[in-house]
């Protein structure tokens, strides 16, 4: 029995797996994984920030099947890595696609999984040794109480490392989302990929008892419809929306 590291492609995490291997009985193998929960694409359940709120265990399974609402926000987070999702961006979002649908995840769209497991320095701002010096997108305090407050959503998602921006004080999208029993989602992959609207996310996160968070499987599904002569034809498309956990054995 060995404790091996395991890895998040090369991300700083901190999590161990027990590799039993049993050679009498030929290849048989199981692990044993011990890692936090905030890990990796993870998700946030409200209790993360709000005491008394719900646990990862106790959000309601309809409200891990949601539309998703992309907001792209590239192009102010290609020269400035410390913008966030405004009530502007998502009122664009609005006057393009229709009212956001009730029971959808705002998803933030900066391109900044670009940088994870290649660019270390540019996904989090510096070498991380400073807190205090991170530089990545993430929502505003303002957009996400203007959503809670005109708008019916079950959750926020981002493409870099927290809900908050590197340099925004505090926890206050934290603190605010989960007051209202809402998730996040953070360290989500090629959110750039998916259609603006249209695209249906499956969240499924580890069930874990009184757990703050967890490692979350996320795919997004939308179809493309379209008539060629007579004939009609739909493309599903699919899209694997979690970065890898790597284990090394
Ligand atoms: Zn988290």
């Known amino acids: 029995m060995n404790l091996l590291p395991a890895c998040l492609l090369e991300a700083d995490v901190h999590a161990y797996v027990w590799v039993l291997v049993y050679l009498s009985i030929g290849r048989y193998e199981t692990n044993d994984l011990r890692m936090g929960e905030h890990l990796g694409t993870h998700l946030d359940a409200p209790r993360h920030f709000a005491e008394g709120q719900w646990s990862i265990a106790e959000i309601p399974p309809e409200n891990l099947v949601a539309s998703a609402v992309v907001v792209d926000i590239r192009y102010k987070a290609a020269t400035d890595p410390d913008v966030t999702v405004t009530v502007s961006d998502i009122q664009k979002w609005e006057e393009e696609?229709?009212?956001?649908?009730?029971?959808?995840?705002?998803?933030?769209?900066?391109?900044?999984?670009a940088f994870y497991g290649?660019?270390?320095?540019?996904?989090?701002?510096?070498?991380?040794?400073?807190?205090?010096?991170?530089?990545f997108p993430g929502f505003g305090f303002e957009s996400v109480s203007w959503l809670l407050e005109h708008r019916d959503i079950v959750g926020i998602a981002v493409d870099t490392p927290s809900l908050d921006c590197g340099q925004c004080k505090g926890f206050p999208v934290h603190v605010v989302a989960g007051t209202y029993n809402i998730y996040g989602i953070e360290n989500m992959k090629d959110t750039c990929l998916l259609p603006s609207s249209g695209a249906i996310l499956y969240v499924a996160p580890m069930k874990i008892a009184e757990g703050s968070g967890g490692p979350v499987r996320l795919l997004g599904v939308w179809d493309d419809s379209a008539s060629r002569g007579c004939a009609a034809y739909i493309h599903v498309n699919l899209l694997m929306l979690a970065l890898d956990f790597c284990v090394l054995i």
């Open 97 to 113: 696609n229709g009212r956001i649908p009730k029971g959808a995840v705002v998803v933030q769209c900066s391109g900044w999984s």
């Open 118 to 135: 290649k660019n270390k320095t540019a996904f989090w701002g510096n070498d991380r040794e400073d807190t205090t010096d991170f530089h």
